[in-house]
C-alpha cells in the first residue's frame, strides 16, 4: 500500500518563505509526474506545480519566479520551495504522484496548511 507523506507546512508571514516535501512509502513504479496541488477555503483545488521524470516542469502563473518544484528519483520525493510567499498563498497544498504507463495510479498526499498571515 503506497502512501504519500507530506512535510514543511505551517505559518509564516508574508515575504517568507517554506519549504514542502512529500516522499512515498512502500513498494512504488517509476513515477512519470510528480506534482503539487492547492485549495483555499471554499475554492476548487487548482495546479500549483509539476515535473516529469525528466525534469519538465509546469507552474502555475500566480507562482511563477517565486516557487520552485523539484524531484529525487531515486528517493520518490519532491520538494516545492515557496519564496516570497503572499496571503493568496494559503491554502492545503497536497502533492500527487502519478503514471500514465501500465501500471497507472494516481496517488494524493493528505494534505498540508499553508498559512501565510501576519
Known amino acids: 500500500q503506497v502512501q504519500l507523506v507530506e512535510s514543511g507546512g505551517g505559518l509564516v508571514q508574508p515575504g517568507g518563505s517554506l519549504r514542502l516535501s512529500c516522499a512515498a512509502s512502500g513498494s512504488i513504479d517509476s513515477i512519470d509526474v510528480m506534482g503539487w496541488y492547492r485549495q483555499a477555503p471554499g475554492k476548487q483545488r487548482e495546479l500549483v506545480a509539476v515535473v516529469t521524470s525528466g525534469g519538465l516542469t509546469n507552474y502555475a502563473d500566480s507562482v511563477k519566479g517565486r516557487f520552485t518544484i523539484s524531484r529525487d528519483n531515486a528517493k520518490n520525493t519532491v520538494w516545492l520551495q515557496m519564496n516570497s510567499l503572499k496571503p493568496e498563498d494559503t491554502a492545503v497544498y497536497y502533492c500527487?504522484?502519478?503514471?500514465?504507463?501500465?501500471?497507472?495510479?494516481?496517488?494524493w498526499g493528505q494534505g498540508t496548511q499553508v498559512t501565510v498571515s501576519s
Open positions: 500527487n504522484f502519478r503514471r500514465i504507463r501500465w501500471p497507472k495510479y494516481d496517488y
